[in-house]
């Protein structure tokens, strides 16, 4: 079964997320920060998919983006970013440290598990 790393600082976020996720089959995994989501990769969490938020205290999102980048067990896993910013420099800079794509906070339910289940089906 696939798990799906959600990384978010909003507990409200993480749940409604993780709730639409396992509702859809899925296992999740949570963290509150990129360096949260990070320690969890280290320890030898695997995740199909990582959804993360860019605004993030401790380590943001683009900060998190690159350092899985540099894991070997997470480099070349899809990476969604998950933001209601609108800046296009925050978008590209997401884009050119590895994401893979963003949609826009909150996303419809159906249309996060298109997007899951197309990169990551169970």
């Known amino acids: 079964m696939s798990t799906i790393l959600v990384i978010d600082d909003s507990p409200t976020v993480v749940m409604h997320f993780s709730g ?7 296992d999740v995994a949570t963290a509150a920060n990129g360096q949260e989501g990070i320690n969890q990769i280290d320890a030898g969490l695997k995740p199909s998919i990582i959804l993360t938020d860019l605004n993030m205290p401790d380590m943001d999102g683009v900060a998190f983006i690159k350092a899985a980048r540099r894991t070997a067990t997470t480099r070349f896993t899809p990476i969604i970013v998950l933001s209601s910013d609108t800046d296009g420099r925050r978008r590209d ?18 249309q996060l598990l298109a997007v899951v289940k197309q990169l990551a089906p169970k």
Do not use: D, E, M, V
Not at 20 to 26: F, T, V
Not at 94 to 101: D, K, L, P, T, V
């Open 20 to 26: 639409i996720l396992q509702g859809a089959g899925y």
């Open 93 to 110: 800079a997401a884009r050119a440290a590895g994401a893979s794509g963003w949609l826009t906070k909150p996303p419809q339910p159906s």
